[in-house]
Structure formats: C-alpha cells, structure tokens
Antibody, heavy 113, light 107 residues
C-alpha cells in the first residue's frame, strides 16, 4: 500500500523555523519527483516546491524562494521541507505529494506570536 | 506565471444533476491539466489527468475535456459522495498553479 506520512508541523513564532518531513512507503521512492503543496485555512491549494529523483533539480513558488528548501534522502525514503523566516501567511496545512498524483494527509503549520 | 480562472466558485445542485466546472488558463498549456476532489479535512484526490484521462478507480460519471486554454470537468449524475470542492491544476510550467476551487453543495 502506498503511503505518504507528513510530520513536523507545529505552532511557531514569526521568524522561526521548522523542518517538515514526509516518509513514504509502498513504491520506489527514488523513481519519482516529489512535491509540497500547502493550503491556508479556508483557502485554495498552493503549490510550494518540488524536487527531482536525485535531488539535483528543485523548483519553488516565488513567495517562498530564499526561505524554503526542499531536499530528499532516498536511502530513508523521505522528502523534507525546511522552512525559515516564517510569516503569518505561511500558516497552512502542508501536504507532500508524489508528482501531484498521490498525497499525504498533511501537517499543520501555524505561525503566530 | 500561468493564471487559472476556475468557475463557478460554488454551486448548489441536487443528486442526479449534471454538473460542469470550467477552468481557463492565461496561456496555452496543451493538455497539462488535472482535476482534484477534496472533502473537508482531507487531502485532495486526483480524478483526471492529462485533461481527459480518468484516474483508475474513479467513477465513470466524472469526465474531463479541453485543451489549450479552456478545460471542463463534468459530473454526469451527481451522487451524495460527490459533494466536495473541486480544483484544477496546470503542470505545464513552473510554478504549478491551481484554480481557486469550486465548492459543490447540496441544493
């Protein structure tokens, strides 16, 4: 069974940092691009970033460039999203996704003082 | 960035109704479009990829059409489990962009 399980979401103060993790199972992780998508409360979906199979290519939405970093560890079947300099507008549920085909259940990030 | 204009933003319909949702893009994207269904508190689920290809296991009452800049998701006969929010996504270029979503509610 294919599974994607996010973790690492938390309540953090503005300016803080978090590292989100997504552990996958049930498929050959190293064969796929992986994406991160977020959804602010009551809002639509926003694509955030993705990373190719060997980690050599990464793309970001402009609003997170320089603050977010996507990475992966194929030996651990995991993809990560390091989020720095958090702002209130980063408050959202963050989903990891296998090529925007299959999705995890999400992890909640709340930025508030 | 490619802008996505999805309409309507919400609609009320009855079980058995035919429902159509439209997504227009600010530039041509060939058929690089997918449709998702999302229920409250749950992750999105992909219904359609490549504009018109049905994901395995998705009921045949769902269909997609279009290419270039105009795309449509149709539910031929709305069922109780179809009340949800539907979103389109373009994956033709970066950044990937979603439509604003269409909430399908019970009339």
């Amino acid at each position: 069974e294919v599974q994607l399980v996010e973790s690492g979401g938390d309540l953090v103060q503005p300016g803080g940092s978090l590292r989100l993790s997504c552990a996958v199972s049930g498929f050959t992780f190293s064969d796929f691009w992986m994406d991160w998508v977020r959804q602010a409360p009551g809002e639509g979906l926003e694509w955030v970033a993705n990373i190719n199979q060997d980690g050599s290519k990464k793309y970001y939405v402009d609003s997170v460039k320089g603050r977010f970093t996507v990475s992966r560890d194929n030996a651990k079947n995991s993809v990560y999203l390091q989020i720095n300099s958090l702002r209130a507008e980063d408050t959202a549920v963050y989903y990891c996704s296998r090529q925007l085909e299959l999705w995890g259940q999400g992890t909640k990030v709340t930025v508030s003082s | 960035d490619i802008q996505m204009t999805q309409s309507p933003s919400s609609l009320s319909a009855s079980v058995g109704d035919r429902v159509t949702i439209t997504c227009r893009t600010s530039q041509g994207i060939r058929n690089d479009l997918a449709w998702y269904q999302q229920k409250p508190g749950k992750a999105p689920e992909r219904l359609i990829y490549a504009a018109s290809s049905l994901v395995s296991g998705v009921p045949s009452r769902f269909s997609g059409s279009g290419s270039g800049t105009e795309f449509t998701l149709t539910i031929s006969s709305l069922q109780p489990e179809d009340f949800a929010t539907y979103s389109c996504l373009q994956w033709n270029s970066y950044p990937r962009t979603f439509g604003q979503g269409t909430k399908v509610e019970i009339k």
